[in-house]
């Protein structure tokens, strides 16, 4: 009895505590929320206002779970390895990859060394987003339903995926299941199929005061990303901090965007800043070791249990997980395990994005650009002191040339070790050049500022590809001898219509029909109007469609040299026809199969389409659309629009990639800019905010953006704290 007694007494006591720390969390939250302001505007644009850093942190995760929870959840469930418990046992290699890099364990030992003020910010993004959930019992999280500080070191680089996402699950499975690298011709796939994926990436082109119209420079920020990757946000403290732009859903400081004094976009780099080292193992009395030089090393040996969700409920697996001084084993090349090495510093990589949203000036911004963890993106940068910059790249390894790092190296032999970081000063900068205008597409930084533009011999060769698509080919001849910028001529540039890639693709097809004695009739029309077009994209236009399906098609199923980037293949594909006329043929054949006729107006096939708050959209054709008139920035359209391929009860391309947030910015006495998103700010279709900016996403009609705080007022639908229901 007394047994008994003592277990309820126990239980009454432990429940007491729980509550009152409860009560006590609550309250806290409850405290802080009330010295936090949120206003929406007339588009739902979510501004934040906080007495500090942390309070506004606090506001902006709350805000963002309003706006789309699903979307914060989804992306920690993904970062910190725990896909495999919504999805199944196919996402368990996306876990294991994302525990070789940081188990949780990791990831609150980096949360514990974080300086005092991160750590208040770390503690701000789990709270806002934790009194979120505590304040809409009704929302049913798919997995957390309680967010960590240390979470946060998961999203710490910027982008979402950002490094890690380049390392293949599909190695990572062949070598944890039996030891085994992936067959070549399976690797050869592999590789064909990531040529032909829609070309991700983003433009940013910043434009001296010299060259517009106000005498104020400009920033465009214009990141292709899949639709609904980021919310657009402003928030502002009493500690200094004051930025507007783009945030990934579940990060707590402004990724692209703005503040009164300077601007910042992030294109996708091509610097080499990941390598793998083959290591030697050696087994020694049951143990690993890997030989480095002269010595054996031991191999970190430890494992992990991830969970995975069945038919017949949550299963276990347990992995082993091997590590070296080069980074964790994450496949086998040559049948010699192989190590991958990226940037893994998420403490001072937090530090930095967050950093970087509150400078004033060149001085300040490029002081912080010395932490040097922005490993997965160049900066474009323009700022009220009438400065414009761009940064190659910012985390760089130092390696020995003689070695070739686009391949695995020996990590037996020291000397392929990375030898420290370049400086800043040593990576590729361009500042303030005569030219006027900067412009980075994704695409060489040796033609960044025209004659101005950095010399690929003063760099290591694998400092960047010297490698140019059509997007920068496209940008550079619209920026040449061009002034009188206003925000809107921006705009409108940022849209232009011209497709560069089909002056290099089409001809040679038109001549190859010309050429021939015997013509197919069934092409001549679609010939005729494919050589009388002027390789501008419109919803109106049917040699759009003809020439963007043609082009797909060339890249699937035409032969061409290995090696080639996907410029080049459009340009050999121009300049060798012979299997042209066939693929064309066959094209016309499709579009006549799929919609009864090949003359389809590109709006017509071309498709926006949001039907429900889904991550992954299912389209179908027989429910509503609307018609778009821009293109793939394949063919070297700016204003991106890229599509999914694999739907299968739809015949029409549905968009899911391309400008999702994109704003101009001009820096003046006072800081103007415009903005769109892809549809609108919020995930709830029952929400006004859903999709009221997709007429002005498809028309260019962006809005104007409320910064300071008279602005925001003026344009205050909605004024209130966080927990009080709007």
């Given at each position: 009895m007394n047994k008994v007694f003592f277990l309820v007494f126990a239980f009454l006591l432990f429940a007491c505590k729980s509550s009152k720390e409860k009560n006590s969390e609550v309250e806290k939250w409850k405290v802080q929320a009330s010295q936090i302001e949120i206003i929406?505007?007339?588009?739902?644009?979510?501004?934040?206002?906080?007495?500090?850093?942390?309070?506004?942190?606090?506001?902006?995760?709350?805000?963002?779970?309003?706006?789309?929870?699903?979307?914060?959840?989804?992306?920690?469930?993904?970062?910190?390895?725990?896909?495999?418990?919504?999805?199944?046992?196919?996402?368990?290699?996306?876990?294991?990859?994302?525990?070789?890099?940081?188990?949780?364990?990791?990831?609150?030992?980096?949360?514990?060394?974080?300086?005092?003020?991160?750590?208040?910010?770390?503690?701000?993004?789990?709270?806002?987003?934790?009194?979120?959930?505590?304040?809409?019992?009704?929302?049913?999280?798919?997995?957390?339903?309680?967010?960590?500080?240390?979470?946060?070191?998961y999203f710490s680089e910027g982008s979402i995926g950002g490094d890690i996402e380049r390392i293949s699950t599909r190695k990572i499975e062949s070598f944890y299941e039996s030891g085994m690298e992936l067959p070549e011709m399976e690797l050869l796939e592999i590789h064909k199929q990531e040529e032909m994926t829609e070309p991700q990436g983003s433009?940013?082109?910043?434009?001296?005061?010299?060259?517009?119209?106000?005498?104020?420079?400009?920033?465009?920020?214009?990141?292709?990303?899949?639709?609904?990757?980021?919310?657009?946000?402003?928030?502002?403290?009493?500690?200094?901090?004051?930025?507007?732009?783009?945030?990934?859903?579940?990060?707590?400081?402004?990724?692209?965007?703005?503040?009164?004094?300077?601007?910042?976009?992030?294109?996708?780099?091509?610097?080499?800043?990941?390598?793998?080292?083959?290591?030697?193992?050696?087994?020694?009395?049951?143990?690993?070791?890997?030989?480095?030089?002269?010595?054996?090393?031991?191999?970190?040996?430890?494992?992990?249990?991830?969970?995975?969700?069945?038919?017949?409920?949550?299963?276990?697996?347990?992995?082993?997980?091997?590590?070296?001084?080069?980074?964790p084993i994450t496949h086998a090349v040559d049948g010699q395990w192989t190590a991958s090495a990226m940037m893994w510093e998420p403490v001072k990589a937090l530090e930095q994005s967050y950093i970087r949203t509150k400078q004033d000036g060149y001085d300040g911004f490029r002081k912080m650009m010395d932490i040097r963890t922005n490993s997965s993106n160049n900066t474009v940068y323009a700022d009220a002191e009438g400065n414009i910059a761009y940064f190659h790249g910012n985390f760089i390894p130092k390696r020995d040339v003689s070695f070739d790092y686009s391949e695995p190296v020996d990590g037996s032999n020291p000397q392929t070790d990375w030898q420290g970081l370049h400086t800043v000063d040593e990576n590729i900068l361009v500042l303030n050049p005569e030219n006027g205008w900067i412009q980075n597409c994704n695409s060489t930084p040796y033609t960044s500022a025209a004659e101005f533009s950095p010399k690929r011999e003063a760099y290591p060769y694998y400092m960047s590809k010297d490698q140019e698509n059509f997007r920068g080919i496209h940008a550079i001849e619209l920026l040449t001898d061009r002034k009188g910028y206003t925000i809107d001529s921006l705009i409108q540039l940022a849209h232009d219509p011209y497709l560069p890639a089909f002056k290099a693709l089409i001809p040679g097809l038109v001549k190859a029909y010309n050429s021939q004695d015997d013509k197919n009739p069934k092409l001549q029309e679609p010939i005729e109007i494919l050589e009388e077009w002027d390789y501008k994209t419109s919803k109106e236009s049917v040699a759009m469609t003809l020439a963007h399906y043609y082009g797909t098609a060339m890249g699937q199923r035409a032969n061409y040299p290995q090696g080639l980037s996907d410029m080049e293949r459009m340009i050999y594909f121009g300049e060798h026809t012979d299997e042209g006329l066939r693929i064309f043929e066959e094209v016309v054949d499709q579009l006549i199969s799929d919609f009864g006729t090949w003359k389809m107006p590109w709006g017509e096939v071309n498709r926006y389409q949001r039907l429900n708050g889904d991550i992954v959209q299912v389209f179908n054709d027989s429910l509503p659309s609307v018609g778009v008139g821009f293109a793939s920035g394949r063919w070297g359209a700016l204003a991106a629009y890229g599509a999914r391929y694999t739907t299968p009860d739809a015949k029409n391309i549905y968009g899911t990639r391309g400008n999702s947030f994109a704003a101009v910015v001009e820096f003046g006495d006072q800081v103007k800019a415009k903005t769109i998103l892809a549809g609108g700010q919020s995930g709830d279709p029952a929400s006004p905010h859903f999709d009221d900016q997709t007429e002005r996403y498809i028309n260019i009609d962006w809005k104007d953006a409320a910064y300071y705080r008279e602005d925001v007022l003026k344009r205050a639908t909605k004024t209130y704290r966080p927990g009080e229901r709007r």
């Open positions: 929406r505007d007339d588009f739902g644009v979510p501004h934040i206002y906080g007495k500090t850093d942390a309070d506004a942190v606090f506001g902006l995760l709350y805000a963002q779970c309003e706006d789309d929870f699903n979307r914060v959840e989804q992306n920690y469930i993904w970062a910190t390895g725990r896909l495999a418990e919504v999805e199944g046992e196919d996402a368990i290699y996306s876990d294991l990859r994302a525990k070789l890099f940081m188990t949780e364990e990791e990831a609150k030992a980096n949360y514990e060394k974080s300086p005092e003020w991160l750590k208040k910010l770390c503690d701000a993004f789990a709270d806002g987003i934790n009194y979120y959930l505590y304040t809409h019992p009704e929302v049913k999280p798919q997995l957390l339903t309680r967010f960590e500080p240390w979470m946060s070191m433009n940013g082109i910043a434009i001296s005061g010299s060259l517009t119209e106000s005498g104020n420079p400009m920033l465009l920020i214009n990141p292709h990303t899949s639709f609904y990757f980021r919310g657009e946000v402003h928030v502002v403290s009493e500690e200094g901090l004051n930025a507007y732009g783009a945030v990934t859903w579940g990060q707590f400081f402004v990724y692209q965007g703005f503040n009164e004094k300077t601007g910042w976009m992030h294109t996708s780099t091509y610097t080499d800043v990941m390598d793998e080292f083959k290591e030697t193992i050696v087994k020694n009395d049951g143990k690993l070791y890997y030989q480095y030089g002269e010595e054996l090393r031991p191999v970190d040996s430890t494992s992990v249990t991830l969970k995975y969700t069945s038919d017949r409920g949550i299963k276990e697996r347990t992995f082993p997980m091997y590590r070296t001084h080069h980074g």
